[in-house]
């Protein structure tokens, strides 16, 4: 079983930065994909980010690609996703997924995380 904490949401302006964190327990993080969705109010769960196990490969939806960075700390068990030059679209709540898989564009976790906040004032 793997549990995750997200942390590093908030209220910030547009234009500005957040970096979210999430730390997973359990001995198989190392080993295991990682990534981020997250879900605007009155909108579906959608896919952020993903990046393998090794950190050698990494997607992005097309919104926030060149804006957004995943990167992982296998030591820490911990995935971080630098947001940077966000937009009012960018508000949800942002929740970390661990394990599973990646196919046809789409990322398929085996665990969530219960989320962090993130809203973006205009």
């Known amino acids: 079983q793997v549990q995750l904490v997200e942390s590093g949401g908030g209220l910030v302006q547009a234009g500005e930065s957040l970096r979210l964190a999430c730390e997973a327990s359990?001995?198989?993080?190392?080993?295991?994909?990682t990534g981020w969705f997250r879900q605007a109010p009155g909108k579906e769960r959608e896919f952020v980010a993903f990046?393998?196990?090794?950190?050698?490969?990494?997607y992005y939806a097309d919104s926030v690609k060149g804006r957004f960075t995943i990167s992982r700390d296998n030591a820490k068990k911990t995935v971080f996703l630098q947001m940077n030059r966000l937009k009012p679209e960018d508000t949800g709540d942002y929740y970390c997924?661990?394990?599973?898989?990646?196919?046809?564009?789409?990322?398929?976790?085996?665990?969530w995380g219960q989320g962090t906040q993130v809203t973006v004032s205009s």
């Open positions: 990046i393998s196990w090794s950190g050698d490969t990494t």
């Open positions: 359990g001995r198989t993080f190392s080993t295991s994909a």
């Open positions: 997924a661990v394990g599973g898989y990646y196919s046809s564009s789409k990322y398929f976790p085996n665990y």
